[in-house]
């Protein structure tokens, strides 16, 4: 699967992090770079094994958005305060490309 973000036609890796929650990576499929780690690890927040947190602040602003048109993820279903931003947890809705 390929989807856009910022201009960048991208691949997704799916993978997870060392605490086993979801991991999504947008590849760039010309140069094969990363272009953004689209989640987050949220430390000290119980989610559920379909849940996954969204990076959606600085580089990221339009991820969730962006998920959500390619039916990646749902819309968020509840937030993670985390420092003074708000962290989108959304239902994962794909596992794999």
Known sequence: MEITFNGYICRLEF?????????????DVDDGQTVAVASVNVHGFYLDNDEIAIKDYSENEGMVECLIKYGIVSQPVRFCQSGFTSIPICKLLIHDN
């Open 15 to 27: 993978t997870e992090y060392n605490n086993r929650r979801p991991a999504i990576i947008l590849i």
